[in-house]
């Protein structure tokens, strides 16, 4: 079935180090890849997404790029801040409109001043 | 800009007390999930509803029930709360027929059962 491996955290920076989070999926077909954000006390919020292979998604500084060949949507940005400080799930959406989500654990990431 | 509203936030309940865990959108959405979210685990999917009058199972759903009011509301019954349940309950939403809209997520509703 769909599922998704997240890498296990937690994960903790310095200002302004470069952050990694690593992501594979199995699905059949061409599935969508998201990654969301959950600040604390909050629901998630969708961060980026990729539709198809080789798609990069974007915002906030944060990119992922969707690699077909090794079935990966690793999350990156090059400087973090305090602000980012929050769990990160990835998750992916089969080509139904209908739209469920399978998510990965989520990994908890923790940047210091 | 309410989005997705859930009610109540916190909520304590003892072993086999019911309840109604409230869910609504003003986005227009046709679809909409419940998932619960566990230390460890992520979101797992417990019911979703593609459009009003229509409901479906999703990995989790012994010990819920589901109501799709109307186009707005999705709830969430516990029949007889279990400590098991303890968890943080979100609902969500998502416009049906373009398949790369994102779900649209409340703020969660956390439950402890005793």
């Known amino acids: 079935g769909d599922s998704v491996t997240q890498m296990e955290g937690p994960v903790t920076l310095s200002e302004e180090a470069f952050l990694t989070i690593n992501c594979t999926y199995t699905?059949?077909?061409?599935?969508?890849l998201f990654w969301y954000v959950q600040y604390p006390g909050e629901g998630l919020q969708l961060l980026l997404k990729?539709?198809?292979?080789?798609d990069k998604g974007s915002n906030k500084g944060f990119e992922a790029t969707y690699r077909k060949e090794t079935t990966s949507f690793h999350l990156e940005k090059g400087s973090v801040q305090v602000s980012d400080s929050a769990v990160y799930f990835c998750?992916?959406?089969?080509?139904?409109?209908?739209?469920?989500?399978?998510f990965g654990r989520g990994t908890q990431l923790t940047v210091w001043p | 800009n309410a989005g997705v509203t859930q009610t109540p936030k916190f909520q304590v309940l003892k072993t086999g007390q019911s309840m109604t865990l409230q869910c609504a959108q003003d986005?227009?959405?046709?679809?909409m999930y419940w998932y619960r979210q566990d230390p460890g685990m992520g979101l797992r999917l417990i019911y979703y509803?593609?459009?009003?009058?229509?409901?479906d199972k999703g990995e989790v759903p012994n010990g819920y029930n589901v109501s799709r009011l109307n186009k707005r509301e999705f709830s969430l019954r516990l029949e007889s709360a279990a400590p098991s349940q303890t968890s943080v309950y979100f609902c969500?939403?998502?416009?049906?027929?373009?398949?790369?809209?994102?779900?649209?997520f409340g703020d969660g509703t956390r439950l402890s059962i005793l």
């Open positions: 969500a939403s998502k416009e049906t027929g373009v398949s790369n809209q994102p779900q649209h």
């Open positions: 699905a059949t077909g061409y599935p969508s």
């Open positions: 990729a539709t198809k292979a080789d």
């Open positions: 998750a992916l959406r089969r080509g139904s409109t209908l739209g469920r989500l399978y």
């Open positions: 986005m227009n959405h046709n679809s």
């Open positions: 509803s593609a459009s009003e009058g229509t409901t």
